[in-house]
């Protein structure tokens, strides 16, 4: 059975960091792009990072140079180091493997009070 499992989430003050855990297991997570989506309330959700399995990465220009997207093959994890961060960033985040029509985890909150 495959699971992701974020962790990180929680509040912070504006310009304060955070790093988002997404642990996979029953799947090999360096076969499969991966990314972190968010979705703030009354918003649709929409894809803030992305990392191919040779490593290459893409961010939404609102995070650009402000988040990293990174993945640890050995730990079968991926990770979203956030920094700068702003209160349009509240939204609940979501770890993803294999595109939109593949697996999700269950999401983790995360809340920048200003």
């Known amino acids: 059975q495959v699971q992701l499992v974020e962790s990180g989430g929680g509040l912070v003050q504006v310009g304060g960091s955070l790093r988002l855990s997404c642990a996979a297991s029953g799947i090999r997570a360096s076969f499969y792009a991966a990314g972190w989506y968010r979705q703030a309330p009354g918003k649709e959700r929409e894809l803030v990072a992305t990392?191919?399995?040779?490593?290459?990465?893409d961010y939404t220009d609102s995070v650009k140079g402000r988040f990293t997207i990174s993945r640890d093959n050995a730990e079968n994890t991926v990770y979203l180091q956030m920094s700068s961060l702003k209160p349009e960033d509240t939204a609940i985040y979501y770890c993803?493997?294999?595109?939109?029509?593949?697996?999700w985890g269950q999401g983790t909150q995360v809340t920048v009070s200003s």
């Open positions: 990392i191919t399995p040779r490593g290459s990465t």
């Open positions: 993803n493997l294999g595109g939109v029509h593949g697996y």
